[in-house]
């Protein structure tokens, strides 16, 4: 059943009591939260996540009112995970970014039985593409473009991946788009679903990007990746796709994991045959149509 | 008590001591079992349990990929300390020093079986007082440092402590704990930490030493209920239960030794509260008899409120519905380790600073 399916009060009531239960990718997550700009934000944007009643969930968090002793008139919230508050208080009116960063959070520390990498994943054709994390990488730009021209979301953010299977899971989730991104990818797809932006946050303003609907509904499709690509976002540049070598490959994918120390050797293993079965590349950009019909080309000639 | 309390504890206690049936519990169950597993550092110590007894293909898989993930980390963090145990040795191999593995580290190195699901954080060693200095200047001149800790929080350790402030290496994470004595120099508990230098036992790894069964057990009965503030300290409870379970079953005069050893130090107190408490809640096999020779028990009314306050302490809070009475008891055994850990003269001035330091006071960004 889909957040849409129930109706605006059903959705307050089990947002302000109980908790909201919906599956994020393999994980389940219990939100609670009696915040009602909070709760119209969510029912608009989650609206097409599938509820996880009667499942267990891995992470519970929640958003609440609180006083900030500086500035006591001024709303302001609370993240908690687990009933602590790893952050300091946010604004009100910035709950939503809290409650995403706060699930990132929740997940990432957690998480051991899967590799975490730092990459943004989407899939063609039944095989994911990684586009690792690193500076002016504008990767979820990117992400946020590709998941509307052809592409499954599998994580804007979270590149998880099983290690028995080497396969990459989804987790499709609202895209943080931040700066001038939000009015590039505006302008790039006006019909693309957007929150409102949320401005003076510690990552600048931020803004986000809701999933296509199959993306959601087939998350429970996993797939093999087959190329590890490294964007890099040059201002002017025309297109470039470059061979890497395995070896700068493997150091860039393992040094940019939330978890691959934690892994051991399992984490060597799996980068390992990640970078084996991949084709590996670094990737300069600027015009979003040039890449994509780039991308399409590339992944069209395997 | 209230029946959210009681619902954590009565969970928690049964996956230790009916193990065997952790494949009977609803899902309902095993989420809340895994919340407060992870608040107890248990995740490890269930995943072990799990396999242990062959069970894992009849638990619920969202709960096994959580309690595999604590025992990943689990054994994450006793690489890291037990290669900064290794680290320290090599730094003072060319002293004659001898160190004393504490806790966690030292568990494995006396065999105990569900050591290596364990979760630690922190290298704790002691040495002698004299040779402190030693190894102090040995390890911050081979690239060890002190956090930085306040003026205040200096003169914390080393006056008042039995530890000094944290030492990290530059390139590691694993903060290493320097200990001389096992209670704090103020601590109202007067023991002779010296006694357990001189009756450690060797390990194989030259300059390194644990100490002995009873004296290891002694040790964690008193970091526990004088030195700690109890607070979701049921790990260390449950560390008792497997300390006596393994070396009473090697030794016939563990319990024995163990009474007179409690009266040498001027440890019965922390020891009855530890051999009760692991009896009353894990079944632990300590027979009354024993329990009635220990040394300086509490008299009917002290044991009687501490029967009240340590349960809901050692165990967490509900994390949707907290007790409130409940969190005045952890207040209290809050008070009660500072009141044991130091005298009114020093208390008092102490917690008025932290609470001011926890208001915002000198703080300087907010």
Known sequence: ?302 | MSLNQQQCIELVTRAITHSGELHKLPPSDWELLIRLSRKLKLLGRIAWIVDNSDQRSEIPSRAMNQLDSGLIQARKLQQATSWELDRVCWALQDTNITLVALKGVAYPLAGLPASGARAYIDLDVMVSEDELPVVESELLAQGWQHNQVSSYDEKYYRDWMHEIPALIHQERETEVDIHHAIVPKTSRLKCNSKLLLDESVPTSKRGLRVLNPVDMLIHCAVNLFNNNELADDLRDLLDIHDLVIHFSSKDTAFYSKLIARAKLLGTGRPLYYALHFSQKLFNTPIVDSVLQSVPNQPSGMTLKLMAFLVPRTLYPLHPDHPSRISILCRFLLYLRSHWLKMHMRELIPHLLYKSYLALGGGNTDG
């Not at chain 1, 919230?77 to 706060?102: C, H, I, K, M, N």
């Not at chain 1, 040059?234 to 700068?248: A, H, K, L, N, W």
């Not at chain 1, 691959?260 to 991949?278: A, K």
Request: proline share 6%; hydrophobic share 40%; aromatic share 8%.
């Open chain 1, 1 to 302: 059943m889909r957040v849409a399916e129930l109706s605006c009060s059903e959705f307050r009531t089990r947002l302000s009591t109980a908790g909201l239960r919906i599956k994020l990718g393999p994980f389940n997550v219990n939100i609670r939260s009696n915040l009602l700009s909070l709760t119209k934000q969510l029912y608009s944007l989650y609206s097409e996540h599938l509820l996880a009643d009667n499942e267990i969930a891995e992470v519970h968090v929640s958003v609440v009112r609180a006083i900030a002793l500086k500035t006591p008139f001024t709303p302001h919230v609370r993240f908690l995970l687990d009933g602590r508050s790893p952050y300091p208080l946010f604004p009100a009116y910035q709950a939503l970014a809290a409650l995403e960063w706060g699930i990132n959070l929740g997940i990432a520390i957690r998480t051991n039985h899967l590799l975490l990498l730092h990459s943004a994943v989407v899939e063609k054709n039944g095989h994911a593409l990684l586009f690792p994390a690193w500076p002016g990488s504008g990767k979820t730009t990117l992400c946020s473009a590709l998941v509307h021209k052809g592409y499954r979301l599998f994580s804007d953010e979270f590149g998880l991946v099983d290690p028995d299977s080497g396969e990459c899971i989804p987790i499709p989730r609202l895209m943080p788009l931040k700066n001038t991104s939000i009015e590039v990818i505006r302008n790039y797809l006006p019909k693309a679903q957007m929150g409102t932006s949320i401005a003076n946050t510690q990552k600048g303003t931020v803004a986000h990007v809701v999933p296509p609907c199959d993306s959601i509904a087939n998350a429970n499709i996993r797939a093999h990746a087959k190329w590890i690509i490294f964007p890099k976002w040059v201002s002017g540049s025309s297109v470039e796709i470059s061979p890497i070598s395995e070896s700068t490959a493997f150091l860039n994918l393992a040094s940019n994991s939330f978890n691959y120390e934690v892994l051991g050797q399992t984490g060597f293993d799996t980068v390992t045959r990640l970078i084996r079965e991949c084709r590996c590349f670094t990737l300069t950009y600027s015009d979003l149509n040039d890449v994509i019909d780039a991308l399409d080309r590339l992944v069209e000639a395997q």
